[in-house]
């Protein structure tokens, strides 16, 4: 982040960045160089990307900033990021604070709408925070909310496809739902006293009270990542007198704090899941869905083992 703005202040001008390319971005074509009149949606991350475009099938281009792997929460953007940006004809963010970073320097840097997705879902604070926490997203059940926004401002954007927008969110939430059935028949199988998530990152707050779970993690949120000896000796005791079979790490964070946790409480880690980021290209957790079938069936695995 720093660079760009140091970039910005010596070129003073945006411009100068736009044909850096778009190596951060999804599906490596050029949408500059495209003639028709298609949307060009630019969105923060990967699982954003993913609904959008199942929403917005062929009408629009839709890229996402923050490579898979990485954060969102603190990732710092590359000069093509805002020449993307700048070029778009609106940015989606998940809001609830997830993309605070990046919202400020666009705002700052371009005219270009931002429209937040999560908009009306009933938000959970962070622990100890008057602040929400961001991950709606992982509860399926919030996904209408997020598809609703979406369509609407689609809509809007792009009336003649309305037809096209419509059918493409009914059939996506279709499937949505009857994800959200094969969850709770996959919980059933979960002991009650089982159903609690440990992971790096407290992240799974509106899946678990969607799904009856309790959650914990090593720290609330990825933005105050410290990792620190207090935050690990805490959870340790927390899994240590948990009596559950089996803890979890995200793709996403540095897996050493859960290893940590693991080797000094005896208590595995079952899997990877995903949380602030879609699978990789063959992980089999390339799509949205695809990522929550995942980590439904990591947890019952390890939840349920002995
Ligand atoms: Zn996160």
């Not at 990021?81 to 609106?90: K, L, P």
Request: glycine share 8%.
């Amino acid at each position: 982040m720093k660079k760009f703005i140091q970039g910005m202040l010596v070129t003073g001008s945006l411009l100068l960045f736009a044909g850096c390319g778009t190596e951060n971005t999804n599906d490596g074509s050029d949408a500059s160089t495209e003639e028709n009149e298609e949307l060009m949606i630019t969105t923060s991350f990967s699982v954003l990307g993913d609904i959008i475009g199942e929403i917005t099938g062929d009408r629009a281009s839709v890229e996402y900033i923050v490579p898979i792997g990485e954060e969102p929460h603190e990732y710092e953007p590359v000069p093509s990021n805002f020449a993307r940006v700048s070029d778009s004809d609106v940015f989606y963010t998940n809001g609830l604070g997830l993309e605070e970073w990046l919202e400020k320097i666009v705002a700052n840097a371009s005219d270009t709408p931002i429209v937040d997705l999560s908009a009306g879902v009933e938000e959970i604070p962070l622990e100890g925070e008057d602040a929400p926490d961001p991950h709606a997203w992982l509860s399926p059940k919030n996904i209408n909310i997020y598809v609703n926004n979406l369509l609407e401002d689609l809509i809007e954007r792009d009336p003649e496809g309305e037809e096209e927008y419509r059918e493409n969110a009914e059939a996506y939430l279709n499937e949505i739902e009857e994800l959200d059935e094969w969850i709770v028949e996959q919980v059933v199988e979960i002991p009650e006293e089982h159903r609690k998530i440990i992971v790096s990152e407290n992240a799974f707050k509106y899946f678990g009270k969607d799904y009856g779970f309790e959650t914990e993690g090593v720290w609330e949120i990825n933005s105050h990542e410290e990792g620190t000896p207090q935050q690990i000796n805490r959870i340790i005791d927390i899994v240590s007198e948990s009596g559950l079979p089996a803890v979890f790490v995200e793709t996403t964070v540095d897996k050493r704090y859960m290893e940590t946790v693991a080797d000094n409480s005896g208590v595995p880690i079952a899997g990877e899941v995903y949380t602030d980021a879609v699978g990789e290209e063959g992980s089999g957790a390339e799509t949205y869905i695809d990522m929550i079938r995942h980590n439904v069936e990591v947890f019952v695995d390890g939840l349920t083992s002995d």
